[in-house]
């Protein structure tokens, strides 16, 4: 069975420009997470999802920041507009949804905003 | 307050050398999980082990052990014979009750450099 997908993974753009990364979880997967990686902050959750449903937004850092998940089987995190201090490596991860199961990673989308 | 704690910025040793990494953890729940990930140089996050709060027992698989300790809210990883493809950056992580269990608060990761 595949892992979990992410596109593109390396993604670089100027700053003010809208930026969309991609996610499509493990099939039969209920749970989804979104997490940024920076140095200075490490790995952060964003938002996760629970049967396409957000659960819980609190990480998300400001309104250019938005995710979405249409379907089971795909969600996207997009930044509108775009700033240097975005950069950073954004995983999604996806679980079963049981409690304390363990999160399965994507290799993660590297962003650089010029 | 930060609920994972990995003091060990960075550990250099020597191949074949042991090596302990440190995971003290802070929680008011009775009910939690505890995790440890590794992320090799290729940046993807692998997951290496799971134990939940009423499993005290040690683990051990080939060259890696875990210590849980709930007495010192410590979760601590050793790896034996270390080799070079040890070399990674290992995350420590919680999941608590009063989430469902859903969210992962991770520590800062402690690099591992092994040497031949």
């Known amino acids: 069975d595949a892992g979990v997908i992410q596109s593109p993974r390396h993604e670089v753009t100027e700053m003010g420009q809208e930026v969309t990364l991609r996610c499509k979880p493990i099939s039969g997967h209920n749970s989804l997470f979104w997490y940024r990686q920076t140095m200075m902050r490490g790995l952060e959750l964003l938002i996760y999802?629970?049967?396409?449903?957000?659960?819980?937004d609190s990480g998300m850092p400001e309104d250019r920041f938005s995710a979405k998940m249409p379907n089971a089987s795909f969600s996207t995190l997009k930044i509108q507009p775009s700033e240097p201090r975005d950069s950073a490596v954004y995983f999604c991860?996806?679980?079963?949804?049981?409690?304390?199961?363990?999160?399965?990673f994507g290799p993660g989308t590297r962003l650089t905003v010029l | 307050a930060q609920k994972v704690t990995q003091a060990q910025t960075e550990i250099s040793v020597v191949e074949k050398e042991d090596v302990t990494l440190d995971c003290v953890y802070e929680?008011?729940?009775?009910?939690?999980?505890l995790f440890w990930y590794k992320q090799p140089p290729s940046g993807e996050l692998v997951f290496l082990i799971r134990r939940n709060s009423f499993d005290e027992q040690n683990e051990i698989s080939g060259r890696y052990s875990w210590n849980f300790q709930k007495s010192t809210s410590s979760f601590n990883f050793t790896i034996t014979a270390s080799q070079v493809v040890d070399s990674a950056v290992y995350f420590c992580a919680l999941s608590e009750a009063d989430t469902g269990f859903q969210k992962l608060v991770f520590g800062t990761g402690t690099r591992l450099l092994v040497s031949p």
């Open positions: 929680t008011r729940d009775t009910t939690y999980y």
């Open positions: 991860a996806s679980t079963p949804g049981l409690a304390g199961e363990e999160q399965f």
């Open positions: 999802f629970n049967n396409n449903v957000p659960i819980d």
